[in-house]
């Protein structure tokens, strides 16, 4: 069975301050991707990595793919209340399907 | 992007009766349409893969009897919780994949919650 586990379940910073989210697996997939989610909706797709090594910015965050394509890791930098939610890694297996990480509850104080 | 619709939204029932949800692909056509499954604050979990035209293949530890998925058209697959109960009460939520080269992206419906009385 496939794990991805992602740490930390629970964060809670103040505005300003930088973070990073972290997805591990001993299984590799063929891509992984970065969501975000607000209470009572869908979770929206912010990135897809797809190549080891890979690091892709999306304004104050960047994503990067570990060579193996193994593990990927989320940071924020300057938090701000907006970036607010629950943020989730997913990987995509040979199959097609994607199997998420635990989820990580993000709460940024004014 | 792609735009994937669910009804209702969110849904309250008693004990014992059954609830269908859809779940569309509003511009595109998916030829796979993936339900799962949320409990509060914690991840996704997969129940089932549905392809048009095809018997849904479900997760193992879900009850195809109890979770009746359909996938008649491109656009449309549905997913039936017959004889809820409370603790079938979860946030829903479906995605679509399209067809074509490229297209291994899943888009996510807005989810539908289940309240089971």
């Known amino acids: 069975t496939q794990l991805l586990e992602q740490s930390p379940q629970f964060l809670s910073i103040q505005e300003g301050e930088n973070l990073t989210v972290y997805c591990n697996s001993s299984?590799?997939?063929?891509?992984l991707q970065w969501y975000r989610q607000e209470p009572g909706e869908g979770p929206v797709l912010l990135v897809t990595v797809v190549t080891g090594g890979e690091v892709k910015k999306l304004k104050r965050l960047t994503f990067q793919f570990g060579d193996a394509r193994k593990d990927s890791s989320l940071h924020i930098t300057a938090a701000q209340p907006g970036d607010t939610g629950l943020y989730l890694c997913?990987?995509?297996?040979?199959?097609?399907?994607?199997?998420f990480g635990q989820g990580t509850e993000l709460s940024v104080k004014p | 992007g792609a735009v994937v619709s669910q009804h209702p939204s969110r849904v309250i029932c008693k004990s014992g009766t059954s609830v269908k949800i859809e779940c569309r692909s509003l511009d595109f056509q998916a030829t796979t349409m993936f339900w799962y499954r949320q409990f509060p604050k914690k991840s996704l979990m997969l129940m089932a893969t549905?392809?048009?035209?095809?018997?849904?293949?479900?997760e193992q530890g879900v009850e195809k009897d109890k979770f009746l998925i359909n996938h008649a058209s491109l656009t449309l697959s549905t997913l039936t919780v017959t004889s809820a109960h409370p603790e079938d009460s979860s946030f829903y939520i479906c995605?679509?994949?399209?067809?074509?080269?490229?297209?291994?992206?899943?888009?996510f419906g807005p989810g539908t919650r289940l309240t089971v009385l």
């Open positions: 997913a990987g995509e297996n040979q199959g097609g399907k994607l199997i």
């Open positions: 299984s590799v997939f063929s891509s």
């Open positions: 995605s679509a994949r399209g067809l074509g080269e490229g297209s291994n992206e899943q888009f």
């Open positions: 549905s392809n048009e035209g095809s018997k849904a293949t479900y």
